[in-house]
């Protein structure tokens, strides 16, 4: 089992980039892939990248690709969203995930309790 937590939302900025992470503990955290989704304000909650665990193949939903990157750090048992050219429909709670499946699409087993991430136009 592993217990996520989110940090590094705020607001920002369009056109600015933010970096939330998401600390995990747990002994095998290189065993889980690692994922982030997200939740606006009357909008279903939506996929946006994943790393797997034993590959590090990333994936991203074409929402975000080319804006935002997912790494990992297994030394620091944490994984970041780096966050690039955001613009107000950004704006969401952002949730990390853990799976410790090798599944796709990627959906998180494991969940945080997110961060708040507003961008102002």
């Known amino acids: 089992q592993v217990q996520l937590v989110e940090s590094g939302g705020g607001l920002v900025q369009a056109g600015g980039p933010l970096r939330p992470s998401c600390s995990a503990s747990?002994?095998?955290?290189?065993?889980?892939?690692l994922g982030w989704f997200r939740q606006g304000p009357g909008k279903e909650r939506e996929f946006l990248a994943a790393v797997y665990w034993n590959d590090g193949i990333t994936d991203y939903s074409d929402s975000v690709k080319g804006r935002f990157t997912n790494s990992r750090d297994n030394a620091k048992n944490t994984v970041y969203l780096q966050m690039n050219s955001l613009k107000p429909e950004d704006t969401a709670v952002y949730y990390c995930a853990a799976d410790p499946r090798l599944v796709t699409p990627f959906r998180g087993v494991y969940w945080g309790l997110g961060t708040q991430v507003t961008v102002s136009s």
């Open positions: 747990g002994r095998t955290f290189s065993s889980y892939s």
